[in-house]
């Protein structure tokens, strides 16, 4: 395949393979300044981060380690994405007090409701390290270089002096050609102030999820609650609102197309420096099979919970998560063909070769790792998918490294407990039932699927799903592990700690379980058949990625590069814009209230709209909130380069203030991950004007409001 893409390559204009504009997740200590002035930025790189003085940097967090979400008040409120506080309003909802359907706001602070659990991380300051994480390394490989690296990273995090509410991490940047140490602070008592209802937050769900144009008002409200000194301390009813050094100012005001505008926050994990050979492999084997085994387990849950409302809640977090990649790899595949992304990498590649051979070399080694990695790749794939979504299987896979350590005598009290408070929550939001049938299918499925070389003996009975759908029923009801048999004269999801009361005896059940029989023999197989080379291959290809990665940045001296993102602090920037992703479509860069009214369906479990919503729309009744044209706006999309991670992250403007809300991007361009495409890449936002006109209009909830300064 890759030498017919070479031929073709050389048909694209020159021009396609090469442009790059914008795009790029800069570390906040190394912006490129003047092209952010240049294209409108009115304040400094100092002002949007300086270790020594309040900047822009104090008002934006990681929350819960996912997540972003940036502080509008001087009372430490928080704005992030409602399905970043999804889980939180969730847990706090049940049938008959639904916070999901219904919204929730507290009418003041006493009413804030806790989460015990949910942090939310400050970064104080970013120092490069090295020179003192590589020390030593120069001849090592692996696995001596992991140690050293590993050893070097204990060595500086304890040199460095730090309050003892701080701590520091250490990430490598430029797959390890760099590290950079962070210094942390991480609050503890973050209470949950607002949702709106889920025809609001969520609207359009998944149907719309990764979807221009966009309607969704995806906001929750939380507030950062601290010690009488304003430091990190955990719940209790005496801490007071958090006092940040420096909160956002709400603009208001209207947008216009090519407003320059910046995105600040923790973007998860992208690869854009990866071979042509990489990108093929994840386009047409690995994207595809994890998309086939999601499409699968989707539909059975999706049968189950549009006819069954406690079905609905339970799973509705699951569900939305799983749904989630599925779309976006759909997108991403799409994209990836759409923007030619093999074919530019070819060349590409040709154009390095030309100035350095030696990366000839590095290439050659690369295809040759990843041709050899191939079917393990494709395995391991299914395996790990498979797994994930088989909640049976995963079930059984936590008390399979249960069994693992407690005979190797790793098993003390505490790993005792938080096993058991992992295993009570997986209950909580688990059907057997219901899953069994997920199972059974996903079961078919790897079966037919895989290699058989990858299978264990005897694994051709599964292949029939609706033979597979009775057995695993009658395997699921004499579990222990989905809790429909009992142990110790318990149900595990029952009484948990009654099961575990005698674990000798817990242990040897578990081991004669057919659930867990069953994984084991699955679990075992892929253990010995592929995941031995798979990773081995990957230690290989991982070794070369550095290289080549280090022989990208010295070949190519035009190019300013930016290390892919891992979930640490980063700044991106780009302009308010539309786009056309196909021949006669063009999108607009913003929508509007009558668009959620467009799309309203009573009653639709996605695009149904609350009565209150209607009536403020049919009585036009919008406050400071209308733009230009009359209605309020409700999302619109920029060309900063964003990802996982980036949700909730604060949508600057020139000055620094808060103008939206990021939380998705536009599907055509979702193959940003691995290669930016300016032409199809857009990130989606909620405009300010919407979340306040729901803060105020709708959730009648001015006082919130009154906390922010608001930019007219
Ligand atoms: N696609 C967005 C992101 O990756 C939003 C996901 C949440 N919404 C949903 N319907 N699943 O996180
Ligand atoms: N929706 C993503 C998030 O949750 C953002 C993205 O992938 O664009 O972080």
Same mark, same amino acid.
């Given at each position: 395949?890759?030498?017919?893409?070479?031929?073709?390559?050389?048909?694209?204009?020159?021009?396609?393979?090469?442009?790059?504009?914008?795009?790029?997740?800069?570390?906040p200590?190394?912006?490129?300044?003047?092209?952010?002035?240049?294209?409108?930025?009115?304040?400094?790189?100092?002002?949007?981060?300086?270790?020594?003085?309040?900047?822009?940097?104090?008002?934006?967090v990681?929350?819960?380690?996912?997540?972003?979400?940036?502080?509008?008040?001087?009372?430490?409120?928080?704005?992030?994405?409602?399905h970043?506080?999804?889980?939180?309003?969730?847990?706090?909802?049940?049938?008959?007090?639904?916070?999901l359907?219904n919204? *929730?706001?507290?009418?003041?602070?006493?009413?804030?409701?806790?989460?015990?659990?949910?942090?939310?991380?400050?970064?104080?300051?970013?120092?490069?390290?090295?020179?003192?994480?590589?020390?030593?390394?120069d001849?090592l490989?692996e696995?001596?270089?992991?140690?050293?690296?590993?050893?070097?990273?204990?060595?500086?995090?304890?040199?460095?002096?730090?309050?003892?509410?701080?701590?520091?991490?250490?990430?490598?940047?430029?797959?390890?050609?760099?590290y950079?140490?962070?210094?942390?602070?991480?609050?503890?008592?973050?209470?949950?102030?607002?949702a709106?209802?889920?025809?609001?937050?969520?609207?359009?769900?998944?149907?719309?999820?990764?979807?221009?144009?966009?309607?969704?008002?995806? *906001?929750?409200?939380?507030?950062?609650?601290?010690?009488?000194?304003?430091?990190?301390?955990e719940y209790?009813?005496?801490?007071?609102?958090?006092?940040?050094?420096?909160?956002?100012p709400?603009?208001?005001?209207?947008?216009?197309?090519?407003?320059?505008?910046?995105?600040?926050? *923790?973007?998860?994990k992208?690869?854009?420096y990866?071979?042509?050979?990489?990108?093929?492999?994840?386009?047409?084997?690995i994207?595809?099979?994890?998309?086939?085994?999601?499409?699968?387990?989707?539909?059975?849950?999706d049968e189950?919970? %549009?006819?069954?409302?406690?079905?609905?809640?339970?799973?509705?977090?699951?569900?939305?998560?799983?749904?989630?990649y599925?779309?976006?790899?759909?997108?991403?595949?799409?994209?990836?063909?759409?923007?030619?992304?093999?074919?530019?990498?070819v060349?590409?590649?040709?154009?390095?070769?030309?100035?350095?051979?030696?990366?000839?070399?590095?290439?050659?080694?690369?295809?040759?790792?990843?041709?050899e990695?191939?079917?393990?790749?494709?395995?391991?794939?299914?395996?790990?998918?498979?797994? #994930?979504?088989?909640?049976?299987?995963?079930?059984?896979?936590?008390?399979?490294?249960?069994?693992?350590?407690?005979?190797?005598?790793?098993?003390?009290?505490?790993?005792?407990?938080?096993?058991?408070?992992?295993?009570?929550?997986?209950?909580?939001?688990?059907?057997?039932?219901?899953?069994? !049938?997920?199972?059974?299918?996903?079961?078919?499925l790897?079966?037919?699927?895989?290699?058989?070389?990858?299978?264990?003996?005897?694994?051709?009975?599964f292949?029939?799903?609706?033979?597979n759908?009775?057995?695993?029923?009658?395997?699921?009801?004499?579990?222990?592990?989905?809790? %429909?048999?009992?142990?110790?004269?318990?149900?595990l999801?029952?009484?948990?700690?009654?099961?575990?009361?005698?674990?000798?005896?817990?242990?040897?059940?578990?081991?004669?379980?057919?659930?867990?029989?069953?994984f084991?023999?699955? !679990?075992?197989?892929?253990t010995k058949?592929?995941?031995?080379?798979?990773?081995?291959?990957?230690?290989?290809?991982d070794?070369?990625?550095?290289?080549?990665m280090?022989?990208?940045?010295?070949?190519?001296k035009?190019?300013?590069? *930016?290390?892919?993102?891992?979930?640490?602090?980063?700044?991106?920037?780009?302009?308010?814009?539309g786009?056309?992703? #196909?021949?006669?479509?063009?999108?607009?860069?913003q929508?509007?209230?009558?668009?959620?009214?467009?799309?309203?369906?009573?009653?639709?479990?996605?695009f149904?709209?609350?009565?209150?919503?209607?009536?403020?729309?049919?009585?036009?009744?919008?406050?400071?909130?209308?733009?230009?044209?009359?209605?309020?706006?409700?999302?619109?999309?920029?060309?900063?380069?964003?990802?996982?991670?980036?949700?909730?992250?604060?949508?600057?403007?020139?000055?620094?203030?808060?103008?939206?809300?990021?939380?998705? #991007?536009?599907?055509?361009?979702?193959?940003?991950?691995?290669?930016?495409d300016?032409?199809?890449?857009?990130?989606?936002?909620?405009?300010?004007?919407?979340?306040?006109?729901?803060?105020?209009?709708?959730?009648?909830?001015?006082?919130l409001?009154?906390?922010?300064?608001?930019?007219?």
């Amino acid at each position: 395949m890759i030498k017919k893409i070479l031929l073709s390559a050389f048909l694209l204009p020159a021009a396609m393979a090469f442009a790059q504009q914008y795009g790029g997740m800069w570390i906040p200590t190394e912006l490129n300044e003047k092209e952010m002035k240049d294209l409108g930025m009115k304040i400094s790189a100092k002002d949007i981060f300086n270790p020594q003085k309040a900047s822009i940097k104090d008002a934006v967090v990681q929350f819960n380690g996912g997540c972003t979400a940036e502080i509008i008040s001087p009372k430490g409120l928080l704005l992030t994405n409602h399905h970043c506080g999804f889980g939180q309003i969730q847990a706090h909802s049940t049938v008959q007090n639904d916070l999901l359907s219904n919204g *929730f706001w507290a009418t003041n602070m006493s009413a804030e409701l806790p989460n015990p659990g949910v942090t939310v991380d400050f970064i104080v300051d970013i120092k490069e390290a090295t020179d003192q994480i590589l020390e030593g390394t120069d001849n090592l490989t692996e696995p001596e270089l992991s140690k050293k690296i590993s050893n070097n990273i204990e060595v500086y995090k304890n040199s460095q002096k730090i309050e003892n509410y701080q701590s520091i991490s250490v990430k490598p940047m430029y797959y390890g050609n760099k590290y950079y140490a962070y210094t942390i602070e991480t609050y503890k008592d973050i209470r949950l102030v607002g949702a709106p209802p889920q025809s609001i937050g969520k609207f359009g769900s998944d149907t719309d999820n990764w979807v221009w144009p966009r309607h969704t008002g995806d *906001f929750s409200m939380f507030r950062i609650y601290a010690d009488k000194n304003n430091k990190p301390a955990e719940y209790s009813k005496d801490n007071v609102p958090y006092v940040p050094k420096h909160f956002l100012p709400v603009s208001i005001k209207d947008k216009n197309e090519n407003d320059f505008t910046f995105v600040f926050g *923790f973007p998860g994990k992208t690869t854009e420096y990866l071979p042509a050979i990489a990108v093929e492999k994840i386009m047409t084997e690995i994207d595809p099979a994890k998309i086939a085994v999601r499409d699968v387990a989707l539909k059975t849950l999706d049968e189950k919970m %549009r006819v069954d409302n406690a079905t609905r809640i339970k799973y509705a977090s699951k569900y939305a998560s799983v749904a989630n990649y599925w779309k976006k790899w759909i997108g991403e595949v799409e994209g990836l063909r759409k923007s030619n992304a093999v074919e530019k990498k070819v060349m590409y590649e040709g154009s390095l070769v030309a100035k350095n051979s030696e990366i000839k070399t590095t290439l050659d080694q690369l295809n040759k790792l990843y041709t050899e990695q191939a079917p393990y790749a494709l395995n391991n794939a299914y395996y790990s998918e498979v797994i #994930r979504n088989a909640e049976t299987l995963a079930l059984a896979n936590i008390y399979s490294n249960y069994i693992t350590a407690v005979e190797a005598g790793r098993m003390d009290e505490k790993g005792i407990a938080a096993l058991k408070s992992k295993l009570t929550s997986f209950y909580k939001d688990y059907s057997p039932e219901l899953d069994a !049938k997920v199972t059974a299918k996903l079961l078919a499925l790897y079966a037919n699927k895989t290699a058989p070389q990858f299978l264990p003996a005897g694994f051709d009975k599964f292949k029939n799903e609706t033979q597979n759908i009775q057995n695993i029923e009658e395997i699921s009801k004499n579990s222990v592990i989905t809790g %429909r048999a009992a142990v110790n004269g318990a149900s595990l999801s029952a009484d948990i700690d009654k099961a575990f009361s005698n674990q000798d005896k817990l242990v040897k059940t578990l081991k004669k379980d057919p659930v867990y029989q069953l994984f084991a023999n699955i !679990k075992d197989t892929y253990t010995k058949t592929a995941d031995p080379q798979f990773s081995s291959l990957q230690t290989k290809i991982d070794a070369l990625q550095k290289k080549f990665m280090q022989q990208q940045i010295t070949t190519d001296k035009e190019r300013k590069f *930016f290390p892919d993102a891992n979930s640490t602090l980063r700044v991106t920037y780009g302009k308010v814009k539309g786009s056309s992703p #196909r021949d006669a479509v063009s999108y607009g860069y913003q929508t509007h209230l009558a668009g959620v009214i467009e799309k309203y369906v009573p009653g639709d479990y996605e695009f149904d709209v609350p009565k209150k919503l209607i009536d403020l729309y049919n009585k036009k009744d919008f406050g400071n909130y209308k733009d230009k044209g009359g209605d309020v706006p409700v999302g619109f999309t920029a060309t900063n380069h964003t990802t996982g991670g980036n949700s909730g992250s604060p949508a600057l403007d020139a000055y620094g203030n808060l103008v939206g809300l990021n939380f998705d #991007r536009q599907w055509e361009g979702t193959m940003s991950d691995i290669n930016y495409d300016p032409r199809f890449s857009r990130n989606i936002m909620v405009d300010t004007k919407y979340i306040l006109f729901i803060i105020d209009k709708f959730a009648d909830s001015k006082w919130l409001i009154d906390e922010m300064k608001i930019i007219k």
